[in-house]
């Protein structure tokens, strides 16, 4: 999976194939410094020759400044590939993601996608810059260890024959049970976010009914089941360097041991089991180096199946190869025999819906809570695909048209008013990038914002903050719809956007849009009999079927249902 995620590297090819250049350097500089060191004792301190001492011990200041030199250029390398890797992945996976479809969120998780987009990407960042560096390193480093050894005395190589097997058996039973450890963890992870997640954007739902204990007892379970599970994986991971340390140690004596008799036996200089020791060394600790890998590989590994999983999941949701042509029709809208399952559902969210809207037209759609008035209202920028019936605008199926293309004709102003965080003509600008101040003045005007916004320290440059707290739910309203105005769209789609306005702005703003919308098709979803009445066509819904079809005056004569509704909200007196 992470050689998968390594393609992305290809921008850093250059860098990475540096990085292994001066790693090679960095390498033949330490395993030729040992061999310099016995020639100084060998020759220069037993034959008593000073010249030979300082020209050998200058050559190898000169070759381990040029070893240090090249392992700092290569770690600076390494982390800037590694960085800019990370980077490039956060850019893709976000990119990616960006395309996915509601169903694809659902199925994932958006607590889910935020930790692989963070969290995962940094674990794999983080192994990267230690597969550069110590995973090209250790390779050289033992095999040019275990080869100078061999030079310097092949006999006393039988200690290493002995300990390396050990050593290597021990990483692999330890690796073995941390391992799948990781991916636990990685959920785990997920699972905290997500409970801290709800309990921040949910806190005053938990502070009004007093569940700010009950919380905390959430967050606390999710910490201490991830605790738990990094204590156990830090416990077993924990013993592979006590017990590294403790094989090298041991043959470091093995080595004196029988490095001393070969010495007394005249088989060895004083100066080549030096050589020797320092090399064992160099070829245990490459293996340390591996062992350290195995540490981190297998949680890289575990979030770069994370990761692989979001860039390999397709969007159900496709552009067509050819887009339709463009239509001289505009804003015309129709429901042919629609029919909609959530996936996994048994039971249509909507069935069997057909209407058609035009130019001029304001169509409301009312229905109690769950008769799938959102629904409705979701599949026409797409972000459902119907199930089997088919949705055209402007006489073109909305499947055959591009997501861009078709959302470009659309003004949506969702059921939750959503701010971004930027000054109030930004979050407006939102609707249309290339707005001037007086399309932004206007539209906030026609959606009876442009009263508050005035009142407003800084006016229109005045800033937003998080979540759009620092204004009211009627505000954020009139903004979603002012960003929707500032458009111009075909289409205006109004997902039960005036909630939260009381019953004289919401009548001032209806008319206004009725003037502003002349040349585009509006369709309403409201609660409220008050907003819909006026209506040119209004869709009754009722557990997922249209109950009714006609103005305010129709359905009072012929549907039973918007009768109850009406009923339920207005007085006698009003209704007649």
Not at 121 to 131: G, K, N, P
Not at 427 to 449: F, L, P, S
Not at 471 to 492: D, M
């Amino acid at each position: 999976m992470m050689l998968k995620l390594f393609r992305h590297m290809r921008p850093y090819r250059t860098a990475v194939l540096l990085v292994l250049l001066f790693t090679f350097f960095q390498a033949m500089s330490e395993l030729y410094l040992p061999t310099l060191m016995a020639d100084i004792v060998d020759v220069g301190i037993v034959k008593g020759d000073i010249p030979y001492i300082w020209k050998v011990g200058g050559f190898m200041l000169a070759v381990a400044a040029g070893g240090m030199l090249c392992s700092i250029v290569a770690s600076y390398l390494a982390a800037k590939s590694a960085s800019g890797f990370g980077k490039l992945l956060r850019s893709r996976v976000f990119s990616h993601v960006e395309n996915f479809t509601l169903q694809e969120f659902d199925k994932i998780g958006t607590a889910s996608l935020i930790t692989r987009t963070t969290n995962d990407i940094t674990q794999v960042q983080q192994v990267t810059i230690m597969i550069l560096r110590m995973l090209a390193l250790a390779p050289m480093m033992c095999i040019g260890g275990i080869i100078m050894a061999v030079s310097r005395d092949p006999g006393l190589t039988t200690v290493l024959i002995a300990v390396l097997p050990i050593l290597a058996l021990a990483i692999f039973m330890i690796a073995k049970k941390g391992i799948p450890l990781f991916k636990v963890i990685q959920v785990k992870i997920d699972t905290l976010s997500r409970v801290m997640r709800e309990s921040l954007t949910g806190i005053r739902v938990i502070r009004s009914f007093n569940r700010t204990e009950h919380e905390k007892a959430r967050f606390d379970e999710a910490n201490e089941d991830l605790t738990q599970i990094s204590i156990k994986v830090n416990k077993i991971m924990g013993a592979m360097m006590p017990v590294m340390m403790l094989i090298m140690n041991f043959a470091t004596l093995a080595i004196v041991w029988f490095g001393g008799h070969r010495i007394e036996e005249g088989h060895m200089q004083v100066g080549d089991l030096m050589a020797f020791l320092q090399y064992a060394m160099m070829i245990m600790f490459s293996l340390i180096m591996v062992s350290v890998m195995f540490v981190m590989i297998p949680r890289a590994q575990a979030s770069a199946v994370r990761i692989n999983e979001v860039l390999g999941m397709m969007p159900e949701m496709n552009d067509p190869k050819e887009a339709s042509g463009i239509s001289a029709r505009k804003g015309y809208i129709s429901f042919e025999d629609v029919t909609f399952y959530y996936p996994g559902a048994e039971e249509p969210a909507i069935s069997n819906i057909s209407f058609a809207a035009g130019p001029g037209e304001i169509t409301a759609v009312i229905g109690g809570t769950g008769s799938g008035k959102s629904t409705l209202i979701s599949l026409i920028p797409r972000f459902y695909d119907v199930t089997s019936g088919r949705i055209r605008i402007d006489g073109t199926d909305i499947r055959e048209m591009k997501q861009e293309e078709l959302r470009s004709k659309i003004g949506f102003v969702p059921q939750k008013a959503l701010l971004f965080t930027g000054s109030i003509a930004d979050n407006i600008r939102y609707g249309k990038e290339d707005a001037t101040d007086e399309e932004i003045r206007y539209a906030a005007k026609v959606a009876q914002a442009d009263e508050f916004i005035s009142s407003m320290e800084g006016g229109y440059d005045a800033e937003i903050s998080q979540g759009g707290s620092n204004v009211s739910g009627g505000q954020k309203q009139r903004l979603s719809i002012a960003r929707a105005l500032v458009r111009r769209p075909e289409i205006y789609v109004f997902d039960d956007s005036f909630s939260a306005l009381d019953f004289k702005t919401d009548a001032k703003l209806r008319a206004a849009l009725k003037q502003e919308t002349t040349e585009s098709s509006v369709l309403i979803v409201a609660q409220r009999v008050s907003t819909v009445m006026d209506a040119d066509r209004i869709i009754v819904l009722d557990e997922g079927k249209v109950a009714g079809i006609g103005t305010h005056a129709e359905l009072m004569d012929s549907c039973t249902v918007y009768r109850e509704i009406v009923s339920s909200q207005l007085s006698e007196e009003e209704i007649a």
